[in-house]
């Protein structure tokens, strides 16, 4: 006689074969895993029922978490675009391992403290800012949304954000400056020819920018091939808007208006060394600011150079694919810094728990990139108002649960390891 089929069982099965054949490498599966794990047949159809997806959100309002405006990105965007904004490098490994960082470390929360009042504000470089949330450089952002770089950095300003404005922007330091209000900081990439780098600075500088973060862990270029997969089903004509060579790409950014791009090479060029940032420092008066470390090493050597400030950072896991996540080189860079400078980080945060482990790790603050570009393709600029509203209120909250009344209260206590 034929034994009964276990249909949950089967179920099962095939849901775990459809998660493994899903490559969205910033979503985490883990909570349906978890699901799947369990016996129990109703568990298994609750997971069936949750992999038919919830209707996209058709307003801000209506997310839940920032994860909501990813989906309404990747629905609104052209394949390629979207692939811009999703790839990591190689196999993602290094995308994943950002976020997969948060979960090996825990949060203590103390209690019966009155936290009424919350006070996150921090300073950072001699100005105090609202909160710890920083808007990363990001470039392109007119591919996501007609309005870019302009809505972005009005949502920081109605939000009271400080914002990083990249090199390869699609409206100008001097528009977003005049659309803020107030100064932003700006990412370099260096070009090949130095003449050209310089006028880039001086160009910042001029229009009233305070920091140059000088980004400088793309140096051995990247493979990208998430962003390639996309790219082969786009079927977009797409030649009126990207000229073909590094000229025609720098001709649709402003920064680079007034330089001479018909011979340039790819950037950044692959000779820099620490002597290029005491020529940094010594071309500019701004203050400079080094995205890209992860080790203690070089932290060392960045505090012997005198720069003013680090950002761990690994691109987003679209530079090196090294496998290892920001949050967790950050206690070392930490080390290596020996607080004789501020520390900022950036690589997969999405939650508030997130910026509060980084925070009491010891970051001065953190930054985001994908979570507020998800909400500018989603809606412009409401969209990033409210990614930046929601992640506001989550670490307000665990700052509460935790019994933190202030950001400089969120020590290395507050946070556990887990080795398992």
């Known amino acids: 006689m034929l034994e009964p089929r276990n249909t949950a069982g089967g179920r099962r099965g095939f ?9 969205v490498p910033s979503v985490s599966f883990a909570p349906l895993e978890r699901l799947l794990a369990a016996q129990d047949g109703e568990a298994a159809q609750g997971v069936a029922g949750a992999l038919q997806g919830a209707p996209l959100i058709a307003a801000p309002e209506q997310a839940i978490n920032v994860m909501a405006f990813e989906a309404v990105a990747r629905a609104k965007l052209p394949p390629a675009h979207f692939g811009y904004l999703a790839t990591g490098v190689d196999d993602d490994a290094t995308l994943r391992a950002n976020r997969e960082g948060f979960a090996r470390y ?3 929360p103390r209690r019966l403290v009155d936290v009424q009042k919350i ?15 920083v808007l990363a450089p990001a470039g392109s952002q007119r591919a996501f949304h007609p309005d870019g770089e302009l809505a972005t950095t009005r949502a920081a300003r ?11 922007t699609t409206a100008s330091v001097e528009e977003v400056i005049a659309a803020r209000g107030a100064p932003v900081w700006y990412q370099l990439y260096p070009m090949s020819d130095w003449n050209s780098t310089r006028a880039m600075i001086r160009r910042a500088e001029r229009a009233g920018c305070p920091v140059l973060v000088f980004t400088l862990d793309v140096q051995g270029g990247s493979n990208r091939e998430t962003l390639r997969r996309h790219q082969l089903v786009d079927s977009r004509q ?5 000229e073909r060579g590094v000229s025609g790409y720098l001709r649709r950014k402003p920064m680079f208006n007034e330089l001479d791009v018909s011979n340039a090479s790819v950037f950044p060029p692959p000779n820099l060394t620490w002597e290029f940032v005491k020529r940094l420092q010594d071309t500019t008066s701004m203050k400079v600011v080094l995205k890209g470390i992860v080790t203690r090493e070089d932290a060392e050597l960045a505090v012997e150079t005198g720069v003013d400030g680090l ?3 690994n691109h987003g896991g679209r530079a090196e694919e090294s496998g290892r996540s920001t949050i967790e080189s950050l206690p070392e ?5 020996a607080d004789r400078l501020p520390v900022l980080v950036d690589g997969g945060f999405r939650r508030g728990t997130d910026i509060f482990k980084a925070l009491a790790l010891g970051a001065t603050a953190i930054c985001i990139g994908r979570p507020y570009l998800w909400g500018l393709a989603a809606f412009g600029q409401s969209g990033v108002e409210t990614v930046l509203e929601i992640l506001r209120r989550e670490l307000q909250i665990i700052m509460r649960q935790a019994g933190t009344t202030s950001v400089g209260q969120i020590t290395r206590s507050y946070v556990v390891q887990r080795y398992a």
């Open 15 to 23: 849901l775990r074969l459809l998660l493994s054949s899903l490559a």
């Open 106 to 108: 825990q949060i203590r």
């Open 119 to 133: 006070d996150m504000s921090v300073k950072l470089l001699g100005t105090t800012w609202d909160n710890p949330i």
């Open 158 to 168: 109605s939000q009271g954000h400080l914002q990083i404005l990249s090199t390869v």
């Open 238 to 242: 797409c030649s009126a808007c990207h």
């Open 311 to 313: 950002i761990v950072s």
């Open 333 to 337: 860079v930490l080390e290596g810094a």
